[in-house]
């Protein structure tokens, strides 16, 4: 089963960026649909964004124009650019595989003066 890491989540000002990594320990990541979720306390977990293995991507509205999703398959890694974050940005932040219906164990951002 393929494990994914996430990192590069932290505390930052409103307006501030973070860029999030998600690793795979499998091949199978170059040939899967890749996605971030989140989810913010009390509330249910949500999509953010997914890129296709040709690197179509699509984005929740709420963060269009502000977060970009890529992908290095050569790296098994997934990124999201996250610029001009708010509060309501704050959460904890999951991958997800598509092709193995795998998740990550998730990293924490959080956007507050």
């Known amino acids: 089963q393929v494990q994914l890491v996430e990192s590069g989540g932290g505390l930052v000002q409103p307006g501030g960026s973070l860029r999030l990594s998600c690793t795979a320990s499998?091949?199978?990541?170059?040939?899967?649909?890749m996605a971030w979720h989140r989810q913010a306390p009390g509330r249910q977990r949500e999509l953010v964004a997914l890129?296709?293995?040709?690197?179509?991507?699509n984005y929740r509205d709420s963060v269009k124009d502000r977060f970009t999703v890529s992908r290095d398959n050569g790296e098994n890694t997934m990124y999201l650019q996250m610029n001009n974050l708010k509060p309501e940005d704050t959460a904890v932040y999951y991958c997800?595989?598509?092709?193995?219906?795998?998740w990550g164990q998730g990293t924490q951002v959080t956007v507050s003066s």
């Open positions: 997800y595989c598509h092709a193995t219906s795998t």
């Open positions: 499998d091949s199978i990541f170059g040939t899967s649909t």
């Open positions: 890129i296709t293995p040709g690197n179509t991507a």
